[in-house]
């Protein structure tokens, strides 16, 4: 599992991308991701391609991101789902809270 995270070249939009399973064993790697940049972006594009897995705990990852970029004004792409990930965010309601792609 790896997770990295590239910043625009104006620092508006953060990417971040995750390679293998999305569990509880990444969630430090996850929060560094987004707290570690130098300015905060006004976007966030989450990069599902590499993903094989998501548990619970990755949704709570990803609604601690959410929080962290505004909550209801946070602008949080999920995008490059495999069917597998799109049916857990869609069972989870993900969809009403982020914009998936």
């Keep these: 599992m790896a997770i990295t995270s590239l910043p625009s070249a104006d620092g508006q939009e953060l990417t ?3 390679q293998g399973r999305f569990d509880f064993g990444a969630h ?16 966030y594009v989450i990069d599902l391609k590499g993903t094989t897995y998501l548990d619970s705990s ?4 990803l609604l ?16 490059n789902c495999s ?7 869609t069972i989870s309601n993900f969809e009403q ?5």
């Design 28 to 43: 430090q790697e996850f929060r560094d991701s987004y707290e570690r940049v130098s300015a905060t972006p006004e976007r």
């Design 16 to 18: 971040i991308s995750i």
């Design 97 to 101: 809270l982020f914009s998936i792609h």
């Design 83 to 89: 069917p597998d990930v799109r049916k857990i965010l």
């Design 64 to 79: 601690l991101l959410r929080d962290h970029a505004g909550g209801d004004a946070a602008q949080i792409q999920l995008v």
């Design 58 to 61: 990755a949704l709570g990852m």
